[in-house]
């Protein structure tokens, strides 16, 4: 397809529209994204995709979005989040969506609907009639049906590691041994995009899945595997997938609204029965442990990524106790203003361990060290390379140097013997005649014995912590002063 011909693109605020438009983006594609609040995906675009209102139980705005000579449009629309029924709503507004294309001229829907045959679960028979509904005369429709999407961030994972991480032993009934063919976001994703390239050849049905035919016990196994986590898996013949759901909400209730439909259409094998995808695409699927290796990867890059402002300021107010959540991490975080510029302030966090210690209680950091050896540690042996200065890489005390960016942000990755992996960073922003430092406190639990360890030291950790940067702020503050 002419890279200048217009893709209208819904759902982008969603997991699969989010990262569809980034890879449509990235290609050069001319996209218009359609949404219920445009406000919210403004700013995540690039410079050139537009951003309209639409909705698709309003048929006027769908007439707008759709104008101007659309060529293809991304349907990625769906209810499953929303109280109530969502079967209805779903089939309503596929259909307002297929007549108002129909109107426009557009030449092709691509669509992305659920793998499944037989007596299908309200979930995956809502998937199939959207997909039907689309299937208007004079548009053509190309249907995508997949199994489990894997990715980080994505439902399915994030449910699948909540499990494993928190239940030591698990339960499993009868539906967890149900065949799937999960699928890494990244191949979705390029199957979404070749799909534009295909020739025209009136309404497709389309199966796509990942190279490995698993069972979500499968699934988690291979997970706990490689978190290092050692799981017990007990199979028992009782457990309905609507009890296996309702449980859900105990133990991720997070996830539990949507989970619960998930769940409860797991009765059904989602497994690929067509393999014509394979003649049809360049695309050569990857299998489930290196999909979940990606997923792992990527979800830590994001988080090497984040900008604690941004991320805590989106969050509002923080939890008295505990810290917040971000997936599976836990964050402890704290600031404090001082009246000094940003290389001042910065100072003393540069100069941080080895010979000029850790500003507060550098007895418990050796104690620390101490245990730390006892167990096959690193200790505190090692101290630092430069008294003054720092780079990515450098070796300090038990931590090492993972970012450094002199007078603006110091991240230390821990080395210690942890029951899951931490991190401790430092920012300092310029706010002209003051500086705002920033103590971010990072902790990815493994299992129980992670979460046991956070909250058991945690009353510890916030008072070192919050010492520690009370300390540091009056260093900077003390230095100011004398070099006046």
Same mark, same amino acid.
Request: charged residues 25%; proline residues 4%; positive net charge.
């Given at each position: 397809?002419?890279?200048?011909?217009?893709?209208?693109?819904?759902?982008?605020?969603?997991?699969?529209?989010?990262?569809?438009?980034?890879?449509?983006?990235?290609?050069?594609?001319?996209?218009?994204?359609?949404?219920?609040?445009?406000?919210?995906?403004?700013?995540?675009?690039?410079?050139?995709?537009?951003?309209?209102?639409?909705?698709?139980?309003?048929?006027?705005?769908?007439?707008? &979005?759709? %104008?101007?000579? +659309?060529?293809?449009?991304? $349907? =990625?629309?769906?209810?499953?989040?929303? /109280?109530? *029924?969502?079967?209805?709503?779903?089939?309503?507004?596929?259909?307002?969506?297929?007549?108002? &294309?129909? %109107?426009?001229? +557009?030449?092709?829907?691509? $669509? =992305?609907?659920?793998?499944?045959?037989? /007596?299908? *679960?309200?979930?995956?028979?809502?998937?199939?009639?959207?997909?039907?509904?689309?299937?208007?005369?004079?548009?053509?429709?190309?249907?995508?049906?997949?199994?489990?999407?894997?990715?980080?961030?994505?439902?399915?994972?994030?449910?699948?590691?909540?499990?494993?991480?928190?239940?030591?032993?698990?339960?499993?009934?009868?539906?967890?041994?149900?065949?799937?063919?999960?699928?890494?976001?990244?191949?979705?994703?390029?199957?979404?995009?070749?799909?534009?390239?295909?020739?025209?050849?009136?309404?497709?049905?389309?199966?796509?899945?990942?190279?490995?035919?698993?069972?979500?016990?499968?699934?988690?196994?291979?997970?706990?595997?490689?978190?290092?986590?050692?799981?017990?898996?007990?199979?028992?013949?009782?457990?309905?997938?609507?009890?296996?759901?309702?449980?859900?909400?105990?133990?991720?209730?997070?996830?539990?609204?949507?989970?619960?439909?998930?769940?409860?259409?797991?009765?059904?094998?989602?497994?690929?029965?067509?393999?014509?995808?394979?003649?049809?695409?360049?695309?050569?699927?990857?299998?489930?442990?290196?999909?979940?290796?990606?997923?792992?990867?990527?979800?830590?890059?994001?988080?090497?990524?984040?900008?604690?402002?941004?991320?805590?300021?989106?969050?509002?107010?923080?939890?008295?106790?505990?810290?917040?959540?971000?997936?599976?991490?836990?964050?402890?975080?704290?600031?404090?203003?001082?009246?000094?510029?940003?290389?001042?302030?910065?100072?003393?966090?540069?100069?941080?361990?080895?010979?000029?210690?850790?500003?507060?209680?550098?007895?418990?950091?050796?104690?620390?060290?101490?245990?730390?050896?006892?167990?096959?540690?690193?200790?505190?042996?090692?101290?630092?390379?430069?008294?003054?200065?720092?780079?990515?890489?450098?070796?300090?005390?038990?931590?090492?140097?993972?970012?450094?960016?002199?007078?603006?942000?110091?991240?230390?990755?821990?080395?210690?013997?942890?029951?899951?992996?931490?991190?401790?960073?430092?920012?300092?922003?310029?706010?002209?005649?003051?500086?705002?430092?920033?103590?971010?406190?990072?902790?990815?639990?493994?299992?129980?014995?992670?979460?046991?360890?956070?909250?058991?030291?945690?009353?510890?950790?916030?008072?070192?912590?919050?010492?520690?940067?009370?300390?540091?702020?009056?260093?900077?503050?003390?230095?100011?002063?004398?070099?006046?």
């Amino acid at each position: 397809m002419n890279r200048r011909n217009l893709i209208l693109l819904t759902g982008g605020t969603g997991y699969v529209g989010g990262r569809l438009l980034q890879c449509l983006e990235n290609d050069g594609y001319a996209v218009r994204c359609m949404a219920r609040r445009p406000e919210t995906l403004r700013a995540r675009v690039g410079k050139n995709t537009e951003v309209v209102f639409g909705d698709c139980f309003d048929t006027a705005s769908l007439s707008t &979005a759709l %104008a101007g000579g +659309v060529h293809t449009a991304y $349907y =990625l629309v769906h209810s499953m989040g929303a /109280a109530g *029924s969502f079967e209805e709503k779903d089939r309503k507004a596929a259909s307002n969506f297929a007549e108002a &294309a129909q %109107a426009a001229n +557009v030449r092709r829907i691509i $669509y =992305l609907g659920g793998l499944g045959e037989g /007596a299908l *679960s309200p979930h995956l028979q809502s998937r199939q009639d959207v997909g039907e509904a689309l299937r208007t005369p004079g548009v053509e429709v190309i249907e995508f049906r997949a199994s489990i999407v894997i990715g980080s961030g994505s439902l399915s994972f994030e449910i699948i590691r909540a499990l494993v991480e928190r239940l030591p032993v698990m339960i499993c009934p009868a539906w967890v041994s149900i065949a799937a063919q999960p699928i890494g976001i990244e191949d979705l994703v390029n199957y979404l995009v070749e799909g534009l390239d295909l020739p025209y050849a009136g309404n497709r049905i389309i199966e796509i899945g990942g190279a490995d035919q698993v069972s979500y016990k499968d699934i988690m196994t291979e997970y706990a595997r490689q978190r290092n986590l050692p799981r017990l898996m007990i199979s028992v013949p009782v457990l309905t997938p609507r009890l296996s759901s309702l449980w859900l909400g105990l133990v991720t209730p997070v996830y539990a609204r949507v989970g619960r439909k998930l769940i409860d259409s797991i009765r059904n094998p989602t497994v690929v029965r067509d393999p014509i995808a394979l003649e049809l695409f360049s695309v050569r699927p990857k299998g489930v442990r290196e999909i979940i290796a990606r997923a792992i990867v990527n979800e830590d890059r994001q988080f090497a990524a984040t900008k604690w402002s941004d991320a805590l300021s989106s969050r509002g107010e923080q939890s008295s106790w505990g810290g917040l959540q971000f997936g599976n991490r836990i964050v402890d975080s704290r600031e404090i203003s001082v009246d000094v510029s940003a290389d001042v302030a910065f100072a003393p966090i540069r100069r941080i361990g080895g010979k000029t210690g850790w500003y507060y209680g550098d007895w418990l950091w050796q104690a620390r060290g101490f245990v730390d050896l006892l167990i096959g540690g690193v200790g505190v042996r090692r101290g630092r390379r430069d008294p003054e200065m720092l780079q990515a890489g450098d070796t300090l005390d038990f931590w090492r140097v993972e970012a450094f960016e002199n007078d603006k942000r110091l991240r230390l990755a821990a080395e210690m013997k942890l029951p899951g992996r931490a991190w401790l960073e430092f920012e300092v922003e310029d706010r002209g005649s003051t500086s705002l430092i920033r103590q971010t406190a990072i902790f990815d639990p493994i299992g129980v014995a992670g979460l046991l360890y956070w909250y058991l030291l945690y009353p510890v950790h916030k008072l070192m912590f919050a010492k520690m940067l009370q300390a540091i702020a009056a260093k900077c503050r003390d230095e100011s002063a004398m070099a006046k």
